[in-house]
Nanobody, 120 residues
Framework: QVQLAESGGGLVQAGESTRLSCAASGNFFSIHAMGWYRQALGKQRELVAAITSDYSTNYADSVKGRFTISRDNAKNTVYLQMNSLKPEDTAIYYC??????????????WGQGTQVTVSS
């Protein structure tokens, strides 16, 4: 079984920074892609940022220039550095990973989510 454990987040002031971490554990071959999604109250879950195994990145327009996604393959961990936070960044942030197994097809896993609240 694969588990994603998120950490970070909490309450921050507008304009400040915070960093989220997500570590994958379990029995798998490798991690192809990792990403962060968020879901604000009353809204659909949306992609924030993603990074592939070759370190290609993709960002939502709303966070470009403010957020940076990175990964540490040795630690099976993905990070989301969030700078210049705005109240509209308030949401539950979810980690997602596409896991590669040696003898079966890739599967997607989700973390439990971590709340980020930005006060004005």
């Amino acid at each position: 079984q694969v588990q994603l454990a998120e950490s970070g987040g909490g309450l921050v002031q507008a304009g400040e920074s915070t960093r989220l971490s997500c570590a994958a554990s379990g029995n798998f071959f490798s991690i192809h892609a990792m990403g962060w999604y968020r879901q604000a109250l009353g809204k659909q879950r949306e992609l924030v940022a993603a990074i592939t195994s070759d370190y290609s990145t993709n960002y939502a327009d709303s966070v470009k220039g403010r957020f940076t996604i990175s990964r540490d393959n040795a630690k099976n961990t993905v990070y989301l550095q969030m700078n210049s936070l705005k109240p509209e960044d308030t949401a539950i942030y979810y980690c997602n990973a596409e896991i590669t197994f040696r003898y079966t097809s890739n599967k997607y896993y989700w973390g439990q989510g971590t709340q980020v609240t930005v006060s004005s």
